[in-house]
């Protein structure tokens, strides 16, 4: 009896897949290709929608509007004046927030302290947050900058607790039997653990935060990027608001992607090392 051999095709590696597969393709199902997909349909829903509804101005306008708030040079101050509050609020925020976020991450005591609190700033909307300040401290730069830190500190908490409780239980003990001084533990040990928790933190009070000062501009700033787009918004001219809101949109998407991404991916390279 004679059998017959079919022959056993070798299963190809993934280096050998990704060499088979055309460039064009490749550059097709790339993140970038899906990014600008993404864009595309968002453009493309944006002249349908504008082109439907009288109200919606379309980007042409959009761009005229953009123009003319340049040239009157109304951008420039008015961002700089955001980006001075916003600025103060984040950095009083990052402060506090790794400052507590320790001490619920190190001490039982510190976390049933401060668990509640930190659970109401969190369930608190910036809006709402926006008519307290402006309520309890009237208008200028006070309130937007309050908003700012209200908002965002809570984030900033929640990361650091999180990832000072994830440092290794066997080296605090070790520290704490060693009679190692608590300022050089959170120095040496705790702090260096917790980098990418701490980044991250900032990166969500940094997005959040943006929308508080805004907010707070727009109730109750005296000049700012809410300000300037409530005083479209009240004067019925929409293009101009919606110029506003693609500034302000366009700000904190580019820094998201081009600063703070980049600084989570430098902040866990160790992570990415060890995987």
Do not use: C
């Not at 290709?33 to 919606?56: D, T």
């Not at 290794?168 to 040990?189: F, G, H």
């Amino acid at each position: 009896m004679s059998t017959t051999m079919t022959p056993v095709k070798a299963r190809r590696s993934t280096s050998e897949k990704e060499k088979a597969t055309p460039a064009w393709q490749k550059t097709l199902t790339s993140d970038r290709a899906a990014r600008v997909a993404a864009l595309l349909s968002f453009f493309l829903f944006w002249v349908v929608i504008s082109a439907l509804f009288a109200r919606v101005p379309g980007p042409v306008e959009v761009v005229q509007r953009l123009v003319d708030e340049f040239s009157r040079g109304e951008v420039f101050g008015n961002f700089g004046s955001t980006l001075y509050r916003f600025g103060v609020g984040v950095a009083l925020a990052t402060v506090v927030g790794i400052a507590v976020g320790v001490i619920m991450g190190l001490s039982q005591l510190g976390r049933a302290f401060f668990e509640s609190p930190v659970l109401v700033a969190l369930s608190i909307p910036a809006i709402i947050w926006s008519f307290l300040t402006v309520m309890w401290f009237g208008f200028g730069d006070l309130s937007p900058i309050i908003t700012t830190f209200l908002t965002s500190v809570p984030f900033v908490i929640v990361n650091v607790a999180q990832g000072v409780r994830g440092v290794s239980r066997d080296l605090r003990d070790m520290s704490t039997t060693y009679k190692v001084p608590l300022s050089r533990r959170i120095k040496d040990l705790v702090l260096p653990a917790v980098t990418g928790y701490v980044a991250a933190g900032i990166r969500f009070a940094i997005i959040i935060g943006w929308n508080g000062v805004l907010l707070a501009e727009w109730f109750g700033g005296g000049g700012g990027v809410g300000y300037r787009a409530r005083w479209w918004y009240d004067a019925n001219r929409f293009g101009g608001f919606a110029a506003w809101v693609v500034l302000f949109v366009g700000f904190i998407v580019l820094l998201d992607r081009f600063v703070l991404d980049r600084v989570i991916q430098r902040a866990f390279r160790w992570r990415d090392a060890s995987a």
